[in-house]
């Protein structure tokens, strides 16, 4: 029962940087595993980060994205640097309330926001 809530997003040129923010009320947010994904036009949603105990990255967004927690203000990040195109997307931010598991799986998250959209323009 809890409620996410996505902001940060916008149009960014290419080598430029962004910051997401999910924001979370209902519950704390320190009782889940969070991740962010993502979904290009006419693609599949993919994982891109996910936190709890530890942090977990796609391959591809390893050493320019950062996830990270704010217990006091109920939110997680995700801080990306040198974006290019191909990270065009829809990001969205999702919890699941298991500690177990593959965490980039979609089906394990229960709890879903609505999505921000990232333009990176080249």
């Known amino acids: 029962q809890v409620q996410l809530v996505e902001s940060g997003g916008g149009l960014v040129q290419a080598g430029g940087s962004l910051r997401l923010s999910c924001a979370a009320s209902?519950?704390?947010?320190?009782?889940?595993?969070v991740a962010w994904f993502r979904q290009a036009p006419g693609k599949e949603r993919r994982f891109v980060a996910a936190?709890?105990?530890?942090?977990h990255y796609t391959e591809s967004v390893k050493g320019r994205f950062t996830i990270s927690a704010d217990n006091a203000k109920n939110a997680v990040y995700l801080q990306m640097h040198s974006l290019n195109v191909e990270d065009t997307a829809v990001y969205y931010c999702?919890?699941?309330?298991?500690?177990?598991?593959?965490?980039?799986?979609?089906?394990?998250?229960?709890?879903w926001g609505q999505g921000t959209q990232v333009t990176v323009s080249s």
């Open positions: 209902g519950r704390s947010l320190s009782d889940y595993s």
């Open positions: 999702a919890a699941t309330d298991y500690s177990y598991g593959n965490f980039s799986a979609s089906g394990r998250y229960a709890y």
């Open positions: 936190i709890r105990w530890s942090t």
